[in-house]
C-alpha cells in the first residue's frame, strides 16, 4: 500500500526529487531489460510491458498536474479525473489489492511503448524543472488523498520503486 510518509524520501525541491526519478527510472531499466515482457509477475499480475504502459500514463499525468497545480487556473482536462477519483475515494473499499484505473492504463505495442517511456520521462523532467513545489493548491490520489505539486512529484520516483518488485519477480531463478 501507499504510504504519503515515505514521499519525503523522494527530495524535498526539484533537483532532488529529479535525481530521485533518474535513479528509479535507471533502476527500472535495468531490471525491465533482463524480464520476459509479456508474462505476468503474478496469476492475475501485469506484464513487464503493462508496467510499462502503466507508469507512462502515470508520468504523463504527474506533468499535467504538476503543471495544473503551479497555475492558478483550473484545468478542463483534469475535470474528468477529479470526478471519477471523488467517486471511487467514496466507494466502499471492497478490493483487496490496489487497481489502477483505466486512465492510467496503456496498451500499446513493445517498440511504441519503448519510444514513449523516453519522451514521457522527460517530458516530466522539465515539467519538473520550471515548477517550484510550493504552491498551496492540491489535486487528490486515488489511494492517498489530496496531494501538493511537491507531494505528486514526490510521487514519481515512489511509485517507479513501488512497481520494481513486480519486474524483479519476473527475473528467472
Known sequence: MYQREALRDYGQTPAQIKDSFL???????????EVPRNKPW????WTALQIQGHL?????LGALILRVLESNQPHHRLLHVVAAVQQRMSAPRTI???RAPKLVQLQASESELAAR???????????LETSSLNGPRTFPH???GELTALEWAQFMPYHLHHHLPQLLALQEP
Open 23 to 33: 535513479r528509479a527510472v535507471e533502476g527500472f531499466d535495468q531490471v525491465f531489460s
Open 42 to 45: 503474478r496469476e492475475d499480475g
Open 56 to 60: 507512462i500514463k502515470t508520468h504523463e
Open 96 to 98: 483487496t489489492r490496489l
Open 117 to 127: 517511456w523516453t519522451s514521457t520521462n522527460q517530458m516530466f523532467l522539465k515539467q
Open 142 to 144: 486515488l489511494y492517498i
